[in-house]
């Protein structure tokens, strides 16, 4: 089994930079896609970002293209999020996931992390 735990969330300003940190741990996550979810309070869990194990590829929701940007270590066993010009619509909880292949659909995604609160206040 895999097992991930996110870190770097917090809260921040409008306008603000944050790097969100998903550390694998139990076996190596280098064959995995990886992905970035959100969930704010009362809305469902929705995809933020996904890379592929060689890092060859990623995709963006809308949303959060061209502010988010998700790479990886797999010497590491790390995922990021680099998240810059943050928005109000951007607090949420934000998952990692990984799965045998990367996208955009939660019902691919076999481990899931406990998540990081980040609060973008206006």
């Known amino acids: 089994h895999v097992q991930l735990v996110e870190s770097g969330g917090g809260l921040v300003q409008a306008g603000d930079s944050l790097r969100l940190s998903c550390a694998a741990s139990?076996?190596?996550?280098?064959?995995?896609?990886m992905g970035w979810f959100r969930q704010a309070p009362g809305k469902e869990r929705e995809f933020v970002a996904t890379?592929?194990?060689?890092?060859?590829?990623?995709y963006y929701a809308d949303s959060v293209k061209g502010r988010f940007t998700i790479s990886r270590d797999n010497a590491k066993n790390t995922v990021y999020l680099q998240m810059n010009s943050l928005k109000p619509e951007d607090t949420a909880v934000y998952y990692c996931?990984?799965?045998?292949?990367?996208?955009?659909?939660?019902?691919?995604?076999?481990?899931w992390g406990q998540g990081t609160q980040v609060t973008v206040s206006s």
């Open positions: 139990g076996r190596t996550v280098s064959s995995y896609g």
């Open positions: 996931a990984a799965g045998r292949f990367s996208s955009s659909m939660r019902d691919h995604y076999d481990y």
């Open positions: 890379i592929s194990w060689s890092a060859g590829s990623a």
